[in-house]
């Protein structure tokens, strides 16, 4: 069946550190791509998405590119701040009824 | 604004009690869903609901049950029949289901603690 793949975590970055999460989904079809950020306690955001190839999402400094080449939607973030410190869910759309997740990868960022 | 509320943000529980979590959506979407998640993992999806009246089980659908009949309402019973429900709990909604990007909007959570 489909998945999503990304990085075991935690990711322990210092503040203004360059940050790469990396996901990967199955090449079933086209899925739409998603990153969500699930701060402490709160329900999930969605960051950012990307529906097709080459596309690029970006929001708030991250940025995700739909590669079909290598089947990725790695988050990246040039200079992370401490207020990015979340949990981040990578996500497939492959037009079915629900939403496929990723595990989840825990971000701590130290000042 | 538009969004999603659940109630209580945090509940307890006894043992063999069931309790009901509340959702609601103003966005006007068609589609809403429950999802499970335990410290440190991803979500797991309990039920969803494509339309009113009707709603299909997720993957962890045991013990628990739900009803749609408003399109705005989407209300999960845990029933005593759940193992371990101390979890939070989240709801989300969508425009619709079974279409290319099904970008979901989520609630900001309940806590549920059996005691």
């Known amino acids: 069946g489909n998945s999503v793949t990304q990085m075991e975590g935690p990711v322990t970055l210092s503040e203004e550190a360059f940050l790469t999460i990396n996901c990967t989904y199955t090449?079933?079809?086209?899925?739409?791509l998603f990153w969500y950020v699930q701060y402490p306690g709160e329900g999930l955001q969605l960051l950012l998405k990307a529906t097709k190839a080459d596309d690029k999402g970006s929001n708030k400094g991250f940025e995700a590119t739909y590669r079909k080449e290598t089947t990725s939607f790695h988050l990246e973030k040039g200079s992370v701040q401490v207020s990015d410190s979340a949990v981040y869910f990578c996500?497939?759309?492959?037009?079915?009824?629900?939403?496929?997740f990723g595990t989840g990868t825990r971000l701590q960022v130290f000042p | 604004d538009g969004g999603i509320t659940q109630s209580p943000k945090y509940l307890f529980r006894k043992e063999g009690q069931n309790v009901t979590l509340s959702c609601e959506q103003n966005l006007n979407h068609d589609a809403m869903y429950w999802y499970r998640q335990d410290p440190g993992q991803g979500l797991r999806l309990i039920y969803y609901s494509q339309i009113v009246n009707d709603f299909q089980k997720g993957d962890i659908a045991e013990g628990y049950s739900v009803s749609r009949e408003k399109k705005e309402s989407f209300p999960l019973t845990v029933t005593s029949a759940q193992k371990n429900p101390t979890a939070f709990y989240l709801c989300?909604?969508?425009?619709?289901?079974?279409?290319?990007?099904?970008?979901?909007?989520f609630g900001p959570g309940t806590r549920l603690t059996v005691l």
């Open positions: 996500a497939g759309d492959y037009n079915t009824d629900k939403l496929i």
């Open positions: 090449a079933t079809g086209y899925p739409s």
């Open positions: 989300a909604s969508s425009r619709t289901s079974g279409m290319t990007y099904n970008e979901q909007f």
